[in-house]
């Protein structure tokens, strides 16, 4: 918990949890108020179990949810009202407490100077200047409505400091070191999330796939630390989700994808219990494995939702290692195991397919195509998945379990699904070879929240950032891009432990290895393989990847005349610039 104090009356911290509730109470609090709205983000505690831990301990509650980046006069009214109205000490949060202060900070503007006021959100560590003008608007009229002028403007924001962004930013700056390069961020900690997998399968520690996100950081790089809100195209800026706006050239957008638990009904409610895991969170990872380690017979399932997913193997990679460690101990034979997929095949390469399945019959795996997870009822132990035939008839089958690997479905985030730079269905719109915006020539993209037809892994990331580097610092200059992606990507499929099948592959399934055949054969199961996951990829990752180093990743540039739409985006950008 980190709790920032602005007066002796409130103080605002980034988003509670439901163990936090009776440390806020120990430490003198009379009332909570949450300015965070409910579903949020997919990582983001129960509101209705925040409630009622606080009220158990004697805690009023107060939902005054702000949407970020739309702090508005009726919003800040509101806050006022509550801290006037209030029994305090009084704790607000949000998602990473900005918003919180904020509100404050414009609720005092009719009492407080403004450099009194952003003096105490900076010694609480919120950095407001940007709300300068508001707050002094506000001081002078209360009614004033959000200024639209953008408070800072750097050559190049990144929206996102995950691989993506972390990635770009090192390749940007080993290319230009004087770059003015923003990184725009709201989490704390940066995650290597290929290794999960590992976690699960006993493998690795969970404590080794995390770092802080200050470490991996560009010492060169301007961070803010908030979440982003939505994008004003026309006028180059981005909003923050306290209402600031960052004015940039570029614009690189890569904030990864959202898992949408809540899609599936019942699911959020029984994950880490019941049997019911996933290797797609941090938290969960470890549950997986210990899962695994106590099932000594009985039914496990391993789900699949529609497409596009992230590391589209890690499904069946969680089935494999479990099988692995199943088999080791002589249990194989007492549990019996299906593959629920949503899919029609396997795996989307059809030349890895043999070799996997081999591993299918290893383990006398159940595969269940067109079969999609709808529902859950984890103290039942039931799941419900919804099935079609060869027909194409829909029916409805429920499944009991004794455990359940659930991959969830995903989408992308919010603030890109309902901005002006999606496609219809949520995506980045971006060229598939440049990494471009198709509308907007000063904004590129990368990572999971693309519609770029890639499979959306850590590889792809890795050879997507040298590209629209390249292109970047290409706009900069008023040229068009020449960098091309070949939409590589990879999945190291963990077929037992020692072994795995390295799928490498690009636009439409072309099969891209990296290795010589004689090296590693990656239609085949490979020790090699193994090796190169669980001893060298996290290294490269924080060591390469991460600092800048594009070994093997190397984009492909070509010298070509600049068609007519593209001439025309150039145009439009030096025009705009």
């Known amino acids: 918990m980190d709790v920032r104090q602005l007066t002796p009356f409130i103080s605002v911290s980034p988003q509670l949890t439901s163990s936090d509730i009776g440390l806020v109470a120990s430490q003198g609090f009379k009332a909570i108020i949450c300015n965070r709205p409910a579903n949020e983000s997919e990582d983001q505690p129960d509101m209705a179990e925040l409630q009622a831990a606080a009220e158990l301990q004697g805690l009023a509650w107060h939902d005054l949810p702000v949407i ?110 004087d770059l003015d390069i923003a990184i725009i961020e709201p989490r704390t900690e940066h995650y290597y999330q290929p290794g999960w997998t590992l976690v699960g399968g006993g493998v690795f520690d969970r404590r080794d796939t995390v770092r802080a996100m200050r470490d991996v950081m560009p010492e060169r790089a301007k961070w803010y630390q908030a979440a982003t809100a939505g994008f004003a195209p026309q006028q180059q800026q981005v909003i923050l989700e306290d209402g600031e706006r960052i004015g940039y050239r570029i614009l690189i957008i890569a904030p990864g994808l959202s898992l949408d638990w809540d899609a599936i009904p019942g699911l959020k409610d029984t994950l880490g219990s019941n049997g019911v895991t996933s290797n797609y969170q941090f938290d969960l990872a470890p549950y997986t494995w210990e899962l695994i380690q106590s099932l000594r017979n009985g039914k496990a399932l391993f789900t699949q939702p529609p497409m596009p997913i992230k590391c589209a193997g890690a499904p069946q990679k969680a089935m494999y290692l479990a099988c692995d460690h199943w088999t080791r101990q002589n249990r194989m034979q007492d549990i019996q195991v299906e593959f629920c997929n949503a899919g029609g095949a396997l795996f989307g390469v059809a030349d890895y397919v043999p070799a996997l399945m081999e591993y299918v019959k290893k383990y006398a795996i159940q595969l269940n195509f067109q079969h999609n997870l709808v529902a859950v009822d984890g103290n039942a132990k039931t799941a419900l998945f919804k099935t079609v035939d060869a027909e194409g008839s829909v029916s409805e089958i429920e499944k009991p379990f004794d455990m359940m690997h659930v991959c969830p479905p995903q989408k992308a985030p919010a603030f890109i699904a309902d901005s002006p730079l999606s496609d219809a269905a949520g995506w980045l719109d971006l060229n598939s070879e440049t990494l471009q915006h198709k509308q907007f020539g000063d904004i590129f993209g990368l990572g999971d929240a693309g519609n770029s037809p890639n499979a959306k892994t850590a590889a792809a990331v890795r050879k997507q950032a040298p590209t629209v580097a390249e292109n970047v610092l290409l706009a900069l200059q008023g040229e068009s891009p020449r960098a091309i992606y070949d939409g590589y990507g990879s999945c190291p499929l963990t077929v037992e432990r020692g072994k795995i099948v390295l799928a490498e592959f690009g636009y439409g399934g072309k099969l891209l290895p990296t290795f010589p055949t004689w090296l590693i054969d990656g239609k085949q199961p490979s020790r090699l393989s193994w090796f190169l996951k669980e001893k060298m990829l996290p290294w490269i990752y924080w060591n390469a990847m991460l600092k800048g180093h594009e070994w093997l990743a190397k984009p492909e540039i070509l010298a070509h005349k600049p068609t007519a739409h593209e001439a025309q985006q150039a145009c439009d950008f030096r025009d705009k610039t």
Request: proline letters at 5%; charged letters at 15%; one cysteine or more.
């Open 68 to 177: 970020a980046g739309n702090i508005t006069d009726t919003d800040i009214q509101s806050f006022a009202q509550l801290l006037q109205n209030l029994r305090g000490p009084v704790l607000a949060f949000c998602r990473t407490g900005t918003r919180s202060s904020t509100l404050w900070a414009l609720s005092e503007a009719p009492r407080l100077s403004v450099d009194a006021i952003l003096a105490t959100t900076a010694s609480a560590g919120y950095d407001l200047s940007a709300q300068h003008e508001r707050l002094q608007a506000l001081s002078e009229n209360p009614t004033t409505t959000p200024l639209t002028v953008a408070g800072s403007r750097h050559d190049v924001v990144i929206v996102g400091g995950g691989a993506g962004g972390q990635a770009v930013a090192h390749s940007l700056l080993k290319r230009a070191p």
